[in-house]
């Protein structure tokens, strides 16, 4: 009996805590490769490149706790981007811009929500074609060329002022992520939320509202999709059509390996954040040992397609208890 015991709580540490055991291993192992991979100067580096992708995360984790997928995700990065650019070349100031940005944001959450839940067009259908909307959008807007004349002052220094070597948006994202997690773990709100994701006819049937919920969860989708747009804008002091799509693949990959780890089977934030700084610091590890840039797409690819496996098998195994 006592061993049964010691086998199960076993077991039940390493499902919840694996994925902390592979960050370690990740750590030693390019520690002992590279004697800069453990320098607080990589570490900075590596924080400061995972801002964006962990934005768009913070939008996509709403969206998956209530079952649903948008694969518009990285154009909207690109379209809001571009409204940015585009208000900051006619001389907008930033408090404009800022509007014009989390407006748009705001408003392509809510009518990827209108589609799926009013229209119920099905949500792989309906976010790719609002994707490629905006994809024309952004091209209308932008005329193909990056727009860099007169990104506002205030959000260039907003976005790459230093506190202890660390831009601000990291301290910003950090802050978020405790108030996200704390939503989704401990308001109604939240257990709402995950009500909806695990059965929306019983959350329905239990008095949720479960249309306004899910059209909510695109809308705040949008807006921390904003958020990382923003984030791009001030760093990069131009909007660049062609950045964003790049950011779907990356942010799926880190909240869906959120569901091995702390909550196995459910996406969380705790696993979010860990997720984030380990494909970062993979990442970061294999550029330093030599391999190309292009890389990159390839390691979030399989880090997807494996995510996508074991959240599966954790979703099946917590189902069948």
């Not at 932008?142 to 070597?165: E, H």
Request: aromatic share 12%; hydrophobic share 55%; charged share 10%.
């Amino acid at each position: 009996m006592k061993s049964k015991l010691q086998t199960d709580s076993w077991k039940s540490i390493r499902n919840r805590y694996s994925l902390v055991f592979v960050f370690a291993a990740i750590i030693i192992l390019f520690s002992l490769l590279n004697r800069n991979f453990f320098t607080l100067s990589n570490w900075s580096r590596i924080l400061i490149g995972q801002v964006i992708i962990g934005s768009v995360a913070l939008g996509a984790i709403f969206i998956l706790v209530i079952g649903e997928f948008d694969m518009s995700l990285g154009y909207m990065v690109a379209f809001v981007l571009i409204v940015g650019g585009y208000l900051s070349e006619r001389g907008c100031g930033t408090g404009t811009v800022l509007l014009g940005m989390f407006g748009a944001g705001a408003l392509a959450g809510l009518v990827n929500g209108c589609l799926i839940v009013l229209l119920k067009i099905p949500n792989a259908v309906a976010t790719m074609g609002a994707g490629i909307c905006m994809y024309g959008l952004t091209l209308a807007m932008s005329g193909g060329r990056v727009l860099s004349l007169d990104i506002p002052k205030a959000i260039v220094n907003f976005c790459n002022y230093r506190i202890l070597n660390i831009t601000l948006p990291v301290y910003i994202l950090f802050v978020l992520m405790i108030l996200v997690w704390f939503l989704l773990e401990f308001t109604p709100f939240g257990k709402r939320l995950y009500a909806i994701g695990g059965n929306r006819r019983a959350a329905y049937l239990s008095g949720v509202n479960t249309s306004a919920y899910r059209i909510l969860a695109f809308v705040i989708s949008g807006l921390f999709v904003a958020l990382g747009a923003l984030f791009i804008l001030g760093q990069a002091r131009a909007a660049n059509p062609q950045r964003g799509p790049e950011y779907l693949m990356s942010a799926y990959a880190t909240v869906y390996l959120s569901v091995t780890v702390f909550r196995p089977g459910t996406f969380n934030l705790r696993g979010v954040a860990l997720s984030l700084v380990l494909l970062g610091a993979g990442f970061k590890g294999l550029s330093l040992i030599g391999l190309p840039y292009w890389f990159e797409n390839v390691f979030y690819g399989m880090i997807l397609a494996v995510a996508i496996l074991t959240a599966n098998k954790e979703t099946r195994a917590m189902k069948s208890g």
